[in-house]
């Protein structure tokens, strides 16, 4: 089966744009989880939608916002961006019930200039 | 503010020694979990500790929670150069309708040949 599939794997834009960022969970997930992890750092938090819903957010702008498609694939959606959000995206995807493991994909690298 | 501090941030070993990853908090956790992730992907679940005091084993390597659930530790014997990696503690409370992980800030591990 294919694990968690993010795509781009890499990308470049200029403060000010917007970026879209898409995720594809394992077969049978119904829960996306979002993470942003700068060089050096441990992931944060951004997001997890679990049946389209929105379950949690983590202390991230309103230029970061997320949604969930009926086929359980995601996007999370950055505006105005800024140099600080230079990082690596990370998507991961679980059975979203209670206690199930999180599969994390290899992430975008978002990279702002 | 749940936090997790990681130590030591940073280690180079020769290949054969023993090492230790430390990972505190303040805070009592549900479970936690360690998680390895390599140069361009996604962090891999290694193990996941749910009762105070539970000691795991995964081959090499040996993890314990600790009794008040607020810290674990990762033990690594003779270390292999394929041990290399940023090891990743991360927390998480479940019984509410979000499983984010609140992750540490990593440990950087080199095993030289």
């Known amino acids: 089966d294919a694990g968690v599939t993010q795509s781009p794997t890499h990308l470049i834009k200029t403060r000010g744009q917007h970026v879209t960022l898409r995720c594809s969970p394992i077969?049978?997930?119904?829960?996306v989880s979002w993470y942003q992890q700068v060089l050096g750092q441990g992931p944060q938090f951004i997001f997890q939608?679990?049946?389209?819903?929105?379950?949690g957010r983590g202390n991230f702008p309103d230029r970061f916002s997320a949604r969930q498609f009926p086929n359980y694939s995601s996007e999370l959606n950055v505006n105005a961006l800024l140099l600080g959000d230079s990082a690596l995206y990370l998507c991961?995807?679980?059975?979203?019930?209670?206690?199930?493991?999180?599969?994390f994909g290899n992430g975008t690298r978002l990279t702002v200039t | 503010t749940q936090l997790l501090e990681q130590s030591p941030q940073f280690l180079s070993i020769q290949e054969g020694e023993n090492l230790t990853v430390y990972c505190n908090s303040s805070s009592v956790f549900s479970s936690l979990q360690w998680y390895r992730q390599e140069p361009g992907e996604g962090p891999v679940l290694l193990v996941t500790v749910v009762t105070g005091g539970e000691v795991k084993k995964l081959k090499r390597l040996t993890f314990q929670f600790g009794d008040a659930r607020k810290d674990s530790s990762l033990h690594i014997t003779a270390a292999q150069t394929g041990d290399t990696g940023l090891y990743l503690c991360a927390g998480t409370n479940y019984g509410g309708a979000t499983n984010k992980l609140i992750f540490g800030t990593g440990t950087l591990l080199a095993v030289q040949p």
């Open positions: 077969s049978g997930h119904k829960s």
């Open positions: 991961a995807s679980s059975l979203g019930r209670g206690e199930s493991p999180l599969h």
């Open positions: 939608y679990y049946e389209k819903e929105e379950r």
